[in-house]
C-alpha cells in the first residue's frame, strides 16, 4: 500500500490498504495510514469516516486518537472531538493523560483558556513527572501573554524536573522578556541552570545568555559568554559558536573582528552545513558595501552547495537590495531550473515581475501552481494579485489556501489582515483571524519579520504591530477619500526594515486609478507605495542608515544553537 501511495497509484493503494484492515482490523497503524493518505488527497470526509470505524477496533489507542480529535477539529467539529476525549473517563489516568494533554491544547486552540487552563492544572497535579506538560503550559501561557502566569509554571517544572532542558531555555526566554533592560533574574537563572543541566547543553546555555547580553547592550558580557560557551562545546559544533560571535561583533559594526570569526566557522563547518556559513559571509559583505564580493561569495556557495535553495534565494535577494531587478529576475529563473519545487523562489519571481503588470504576475503565478500547488508563498502571492486587481472573494479563497498549506509563513495573515480593513475598515473584526495565527505561531515571511519589532515579541504583539501600521497606512487613506483605491503594490511583500522607514517615505500608501493609470512607471513610483510595499524597501536602500540597511539584509534571522 506505502509502495502504491508514493507511485500515486491511488486505487491499488486503497485496495492494498483494505486487504490490510481485514486482515489486521486491531493494529491501529493500517488504519492511521490510510486516513493520512485520504486527507493528503483532500477526501476529508472519507478520512473521518476510516478514523471512527478504526477507533471502533481499537478504541483508545493513542496515535489514533489524537489524529481523530486533531481531523475533527480542523473539520470545525469541536463537539464531535470532545466527544472522542470524553471516552477517557473510564481509563486510568497513566494510560490516558497524554490525549488529555491533547484536549488541553485543543481548547487553548479553539480560544478556551479557562478549560485550558484547568487540564493543565489538573495534568500538572497528577502527572507531576513529565516534563512536556510544563513545557506545553507554559507555551500556553506565553501565547496569552500571561508571562508572570508561564514563570509559575516553569519554575515548579523546574523544582520537579531540575535537568529538563527546555525549560531552562524556556525561563531564560521569559526572564529576558520580563527584565525591563534589567537581567538580575535572567544572570541567577543562566547559573542555575549551569549547575542543574545537562552537561550537553551547557554551551547552549552559554550562547543563549551571550545573545540575550548583546540584545541588552552589553557587548563586553557577551563576549565572555561566548567564551564560556566555546569551553563546554563540542568541537563539531564550534563553527555555530563563531557564526554567533560574528553576528554579534557584525551588530556592533567590528567588521574585521567579525570577518575573523566567520573566516574561522568556515574551516571548521561541516562541508554539509558550509552553505551557511558563506550566506553569512556574502551578507556582511554586502553589509560592508563590497557587492562583488557578495555575488562572487554567493557564485561559491551556488557550486559547492547546489542542493541548498536558500543560497539561490538570496542571490535573488542580493539583486533586488541592489535595485537590479532585470538581474535578480534572471537569477530567480536560473533558480528555478535547479530548485523547481521551491515555493520561495516562484514567489519572489512572482513579486518580481510586479512593474510588467498583473497579466505578467498571473502568468507567473499560473506556472507556479504546476510546479507547487501547496505552497503558502505562492498562493499569499497570488493573494495579493486579486487585491490589487480588485477581486476580494478570490483573495479570501487564495489567502485560506495559503494558511492551510503553510501555517507558519506569516505574511499570509498579514494580507488576510489588510483584506479584512479594506473590505470593513475600521469596524472589521479579526479575533478568529488573530486566535488562528496564534495557533499557527508563523515564524517568517518579510511583512511578518517588519512587524516583529523585537525577537521575542510574541505573536500577539506582532499581530498589534501589523494591524497599526495596516490601519495607519491603508484605512486612514481610505476613509479619507472614499474614491481611492489600494495600489498595486498595497499587498507586495517588504523586508524586515525598522519602523524608521516611516521617516524616509511617509508618503500616501494608496493612489487614485486616474493617477496610476496616467503613471508611466507603474509600480516604480516610490511617492505611489505604503510602507508594507517591496519596492518601497529594495528600491531605496542608499538612503537608509547602518542600522535599517543591517535589518533589511539581515531581517530577524537569529543564530541559533
Not at 491499488?12 to 486482515?23: G, M, P, T, W, Y
Not at 489600494?486 to 508618503?507: C, M, Q, V, W
Amino acid at each position: 500500500a506505502d509502495l502504491a501511495k508514493r507511485e500515486n497509484s491511488l486505487k491499488s493503494a486503497r485496495r492494498f490498504f483494505l486487504k490490510v484492515l481485514e486482515l489486521q482490523p486491531y493494529a491501529p497503524q493500517g488504519w492511521l495510514e490510510y486516513a493520512k493518505m485520504e486527507e493528503e488527497c483532500g477526501q476529508l470526509n472519507r478520512c473521518a469516516a476510516i478514523l471512527t470505524e478504526g477507533l471502533k477496533y481499537c478504541p483508545y489507542n493513542e496515535p489514533l486518537m489524537v489524529k481523530g480529535i486533531k481531523h475533527e477539529e480542523r473539520l470545525g467539529n469541536l463537539a464531535a472531538a470532545r466527544s472522542l476525549l470524553s471516552r477517557l473517563k473510564t481509563q486510568s489516568l497513566d494510560k490516558a493523560w497524554r490525549t488529555i494533554m491533547e484536549g488541553g491544547l485543543l481548547e487553548a486552540r479553539a480560544g478556551n483558556i479557562v478549560v485550558a487552563r484547568k487540564i493543565f492544572k489538573y495534568l500538572i497535579k497528577n502527572v507531576p513527572w513529565y516534563g512536556p506538560i510544563y513545557q506545553e503550559a507554559y507555551r500556553f501561557e506565553e501565547k496569552c501573554e500571561e508571562y508572570h502566569r508561564a514563570i509559575i509554571i516553569v519554575e515548579r517544572g523546574l523544582q520537579e524536573n531540575p535537568r529538563y532542558g527546555p525549560l531552562w531555555f524556556s525561563a531564560l526566554r521569559l526572564y529576558e522578556k520580563t527584565s525591563d533592560g534589567k537581567l538580575s533574574h535572567t544572570r541567577s537563572t543562566v547559573e542555575r541552570a549551569t549547575k542543574n543541566i545537562s552537561k550537553e547543553l551547557l554551551w547552549k546555555i552559554y550562547f543563549e545568555a551571550a545573545q540575550i547580553e548583546e540584545r541588552a547592550a552589553f557587548l563586553g558580557l557577551a563576549r565572555a559568554a561566548y567564551v564560556r560557551c566555546v569551553e563546554y562545546c563540542p568541537e563539531n559544533l564550534l563553527w555555530k559558536v563563531w557564526l554567533g560571535g560574528s553576528r554579534t561583533e557584525l551588530n556592533n559594526d567590528n567588521l574585521d573582528i567579525a570577518r575573523k570569526l566567520l573566516s574561522r566557522a568556515l574551516k571548521e563547518v561541516p562541508v554539509k552545513m558550509k552553505a551557511l556559513v558563506l550566506l553569512e559571509c556574502s551578507r556582511l559583505e554586502e553589509y560592508a558595501g563590497n557587492i562583488v564580493k557578495a555575488r562572487g561569495i554567493l557564485r561559491k556557495a551556488k557550486k559547492e552547495a547546489k542542493h541548498e535553495w536558500k543560497v539561490f534565494l538570496e542571490a535573488v535577494l542580493l539583486e533586488m537590495r541592489s535595485n537590479n531587478i532585470k538581474a535578480a529576475i534572471r537569477e530567480a529563473k536560473k533558480a528555478l531550473l535547479i530548485h523547481r519545487g521551491t515555493g520561495r523562489l516562484w514567489a519572489v519571481l512572482i513579486q518580481l515581475h510586479q512593474d510588467a503588470g498583473i497579466p505578467a504576475q498571473l502568468q507567473v503565478f499560473q506556472e507556479a501552481l504546476h510546479e507547487v500547488p501547496k505552497s503558502g508563498e505562492v498562493w499569499c502571492e497570488g493573494a495579493r494579485i486579486a487585491l490589487s486587481n480588485n477581486e476580494p472573494q478570490d483573495a479570501r479563497r487564495f489567502l485560506e489556501f495559503a494558511i492551510q498549506f503553510t501555517p507558519q509563513y506569516g505574511d499570509s495573515f498579514i494580507e488576510y489582515m489588510r483584506l479584512e480593513l479594506l473590505e470593513h475598515r475600521c469596524n472589521a473584526d479579526t479575533t478568529k483571524l488573530e486566535q488562528i495565527c496564534v495557533n499557527a505561531d508563523p515564524n517568517y515571511g518579510t511583512m511578518w519579520l517588519h512587524s516583529k519589532k523585537h525577537p521575542l515579541d510574541s505573536t500577539r504583539q506582532v499581530l498589534r504591530n501589523a494591524k497599526q501600521i495596516l490601519i495607519e497606512t491603508t484605512v486612514g487613506h481610505l476613509e479619507s477619500d472614499p474614491d481611492m483605491v489600494p495600489t498595486r503594490d498595497l499587498g507586495k511583500d517588504i523586508s524586515a526594515d525598522d519602523e524608521l522607514l516611516f521617516n524616509h517615505y511617509n508618503t500616501s500608501t494608496t493612489t487614485t486609478r486616474k493617477d496610476r493609470d496616467s503613471s508611466s512607471e507603474g509600480g516604480r513610483a516610490i511617492g505611489a507605495l505604503g510602507i508594507l510595499s517591496l519596492h518601497r524597501v529594495y528600491r531605496l536602500t542608499n538612503e537608509l542608515s547602518a542600522e535599517e540597511r543591517r535589518k533589511l539584509i539581515f531581517g530577524s534571522d537569529q543564530i541559533k544553537p
